[in-house]
């Protein structure tokens, strides 16, 4: 899914991406983008245990992410199985940076999301949420 939104976000013409696991993402790679989408395993209902010490490191940049854009995907076991509320947990971290949150009036309102081994719309979803996010990203740098 990660790759999907990457390779979205790259059919923006001015627009880039790079994919890091959340245990390998530091506080200066938070600094360095204009646009951050992270994507967890729903747990419980919320984000993992990595992505949750990802956003707890964050604490160390906190007021620095302020005016990022930020979205959110996962994959789930299961309908009803906290899809939503796992990308929930993930904007209101994103939210408490000061980070700008796109929604969609669409399906999908909150981010992406799978149940199970994501399938080609899932996939197609993931590439929609990656160019929506690189069009917000240049935007507001212009």
């Known amino acids: 899914m990660a790759f999907a939104v990457a390779e979205g976000v790259r059919a923006i013409r001015g627009a880039d991406a790079v994919v890091k696991k959340t245990d390998k993402t530091t506080n200066e790679d938070l600094l360095e983008a204009d646009g951050i989408v992270v994507g967890s395993p729903t747990y419980y209902g919320q984000m993992s245990e990595k992505t949750k010490a990802m956003f707890d490191r964050?604490?160390?940049?906190?007021?620095?992410?302020?005016g990022k854009v930020g979205g959110a995907f996962t994959s789930s076991g299961g309908i009803a199985s906290g899809a939503e509320t796992t990308i929930i947990s993930i904007l209101e971290a994103m939210l408490v940076h000061g980070m700008i949150i796109k929604g969609r009036a669409s399906s999908g309102h909150y981010g992406a999301a799978a149940v199970g081994e994501p399938k080609e719309r899932d996939l197609e979803r993931c590439k929609e949420l990656g160019k929506m996010m690189a069009n917000l990203v240049l935007k507001l740098k212009t």
Do not use: N, P, Y
């Not at 964050?58 to 302020?66: D, F, I, N, Q, T």
């Open 58 to 66: 964050s604490v160390g940049v906190h007021g620095k992410l302020e």
